[in-house]
């Protein structure tokens, strides 16, 4: 694979998601000699978006997000060099300054002089961790067996919003979010406590998340110990081994939020909410037999109801 390939220059992603949803009004070599871009480069993203995330692309687009995290929570102010910093100081991940500066360039990121700010970040932390108990185990036999939840940033006129989904692994479905412009704990202590107040694990089930302060908290590890879950996180600096919930925020992201400039937070949060409704009752999934996480789940309990009933008959 050519240098480049594995990621879209950030610019002419957005021309080729034009071409794609305009592309029975008018013919993709015009509208490529139309936008400055070349047929070949619209047909790669195509075939980027139909095959299989491979484990290098996730954790380069890992690296993106996080580019871009650190870039625009501190004001457009860094240069690749204070970035690679935050990347390796804060989020663990063992990558070059080389790398990180040929990122930003592609996606057009460069210092600015700098203005005054205020850090929103903090990763350090003295909490306990716990070991990685899930060990990219993703396809658990049923449902509240395995959940996963991380948290990702979505940027707005008004500044950044934070989601924490929590996720069943079995259907992927997501049982409950929050969305604030925080990431204090109780943005994710809440979204917990909603999904165990709905579903009521059996005890032993498998919670999953990253590292950070949140989830390694007192309150959220004891909400968890009182469900009686088995607390697992991921290896610092591996976001492959939440590759489900990493999955999810790419979808929502490429399927819906790039589509759109948001002016104000409402209007995200109501964007957000629109997409993980339609995600959970209508989004196919070839990983679910192109089923909806919802339509998974009855497929999966109408099973066992008919299982029970067949063992209750009595044999002729």
Known sequence: MKKGNAHL?????????????????????????????????????????????????????????????????????????????????????????KKVTNRMRELELYAVPPKKFVATTDSKHANQTFPNHLKREFQPEAPNKVWATDITYIHTGEGFLYLNPVMDLYSRRIISFRIDDHMKQSLSLHALEEAISLREPEAGWIHHSDQGSQYCSRAYVETLEEAQ?????????????????????????????????????????????????????????????DKSPIEKEKAYYSGQSQKLASEQTPSA
């Open 229 to 289: 879950a088995t607390i697992s996180m991921s290896r610092k600096g591996t976001p492959y081994d939440n590759a489900c919930v990493e999955s999810f925020f790419a979808s929502l992201k490429k399927e819906y939020l790039y589509k759109y400039v948001f002016p104000t937070k409402a209007e995200a949060i109501l964007a957000v909410q629109f997409y993980i409704k339609f995600y959970n009752q209508k989004r196919m999934h070839s990983f679910l037999d």
């Open 9 to 97: 220059h950030a610019r002419n992603r957005v021309k080729f998601e034009f071409i794609y949803e305009h592309r029975t009004e008018h013919t993709v070599s015009k509208m490529c000699e139309v936008l400055g871009v070349s047929t070949s480069g619209y047909y790669a993203y195509l075939h980027r978006l139909e095959r299989p995330e491979t484990e290098r692309e996730a954790f380069n687009r890992y690296l993106d997000e996080r580019i871009l995290f650190h870039y625009h929570d501190n004001h457009g102010c860094y240069g690749s060099p204070r970035i690679h910093k935050k990347i390796r100081d804060e989020d663990g991940l063992s990558v070059s300054l």
